[in-house]
């Protein structure tokens, strides 16, 4: 069974830090490795993304500079580092992958449960 399962969420005050894991099980590394987010009463917004095979990433003007996304194939593990966490950085993050790599949702065919993140000023 193919699963993603995502960890490190909590509550941090602004300028902060947290890191998210997304541990991987069931399935072969896809091609592509992401970051969403979801705030209460907006849509699911593409925050980093990893091209697995050549490391290339890419990121959301809204958190580039402050997020950095890694992988350690060894331990099937995708990472989301949060520094400088500002208040609206506040969502629900969901780990997801799929075959092309891109900001929209629907690229991504297999997706985790979520970890909470929330900033407070």
């Known amino acids: 069974q193919v699963q993603l399962v995502e960890s490190g969420g909590g509550s941090v005050q602004a300028g902060g830090s947290l890191r998210l894991s997304c541990a991987t099980s069931?399935?072969?590394?896809?091609?592509?490795m992401a970051w969403f987010r979801q705030a209460p009463g907006k849509q699911r917004e593409g925050v980093a993304r990893?091209?697995?095979?050549?490391?290339?990433?890419d990121y959301a003007d809204s958190v580039k500079g402050r997020f950095t996304i890694s992988q350690d194939k060894a331990k099937n593990t995708v990472y989301l580092q949060m520094d400088s966490l500002k208040p609206e950085d506040t969502a629900m993050y969901y780990c997801?992958?799929?075959?092309?790599?891109?900001?929209?949702?629907?690229?991504?065919?297999?997706w985790g449960q979520g970890t909470q993140v929330t900033v407070s000023s």
């Open positions: 069931g399935y072969t590394y896809s091609n592509c």
């Open positions: 997801a992958a799929g075959r092309l790599c891109g900001s929209a949702p629907g690229l991504f065919d297999v």
């Open positions: 990893l091209y697995t095979g050549n490391g290339y990433t």
